[in-house]
């Protein structure tokens, strides 16, 4: 099956600081990956749609100048948090949908926990 | 506003018992309904359902669409102990790139 792998799985950083999380699809070409974000004990909120090759597009209310994103490879798509703050703290996790399986269905990474002090 | 529902909240159970997850929703221009499992980490796909009334399975595992009365249900037979975790709904829609609408999930814990 397809697989999306996260990385890092864990970031701890201080207030004001900026953080890169990786998101790569290992084992096949993603045109289209997503970003999420999750709250404990909450759903998935769909952050922003990250196009290969073109700008993301980013849901109501998330700011992207906050938020950067990335896409620069078939398998590679990158999400920074700048200039983090402790209201920032939460699971991010990135999403691809696989070109070959049917238009809906995503896989998912394992996740990043961000801590911001 | 699409809304994505799902029902119960949270759900404990016995080893061995039957459960029955619900999902409802409200949307403009739906294309299929996705069921995910979430232990720890990533969500795992389970199911990708777009007619009414086709019946998917994968072992103790089914679930079946209702696009008249805008639902489907999560059946799991014969409960174990590794089938607790958190089942996602989501709603994809045409004409959205993929995107998916999550419900809030329903957390099903399974004892001994």
């Known amino acids: 099956g397809a697989v999306v792998s996260q990385h890092p799985s864990r970031v701890i950083c201080k207030s004001g600081t900026s953080v890169k999380i990786e998101c790569r699809s290992l084992?096949?070409?993603?045109?289209?990956m997503f970003w999420y974000r999750q709250f404990p004990k909450q759903s998935l909120m769909l952050m922003a749609t990250?196009?290969?090759?073109?700008?993301?597009?980013?849901e109501q209310g998330v700011e992207k100048d906050k938020f950067l994103i990335n896409h620069a490879s078939l398998t590679l798509s990158t999400l920074t948090v700048t200039s983090a703050h402790p209201e920032d703290s939460s699971f991010y996790i990135c999403?691809?949908?696989?070109?070959?399986?049917?238009?809906?269905?995503?896989?998912f990474g394992p996740g990043t926990r961000l801590t911001v002090l | 506003e699409d809304k994505v529902v799902q029902s119960p909240l949270s759900l404990v159970v016995h080893e061995g018992d039957t459960v029955t997850l619900n999902c409802s929703y409200e949307?403009?221009?739906?294309?299929?309904l996705l069921w995910y499992k979430q232990e720890k980490k990533a969500p795992t796909f389970l199911f990708m359902l777009?007619?009414?009334?086709i019946e998917k399975k994968s072992g103790r595992l089914s679930s079946i669409l209702d696009k008249k009365e805008l639902f489907s249900i999560l059946n799991i037979t014969a409960t174990q102990t590794g089938d607790s975790a958190v089942y996602l709904c989501?709603?994809?829609?045409?004409?959205?790139?993929?995107?998916?609408?999550f419900g809030t999930g329903t957390r099903l814990q399974v004892t001994l």
């Open positions: 777009t007619s009414s009334g």
């Open positions: 989501a709603v994809g829609l045409t004409g959205t790139a993929s995107k998916l609408t």
């Open positions: 949307v403009t221009n739906f294309r299929s």
């Open positions: 999403s691809a949908r696989d070109p070959r399986g049917s238009t809906d269905t995503q896989y």
């Open positions: 990250s196009n290969e090759g073109s700008k993301a597009t980013y």
């Open positions: 084992d096949f070409q993603a045109t289209t």
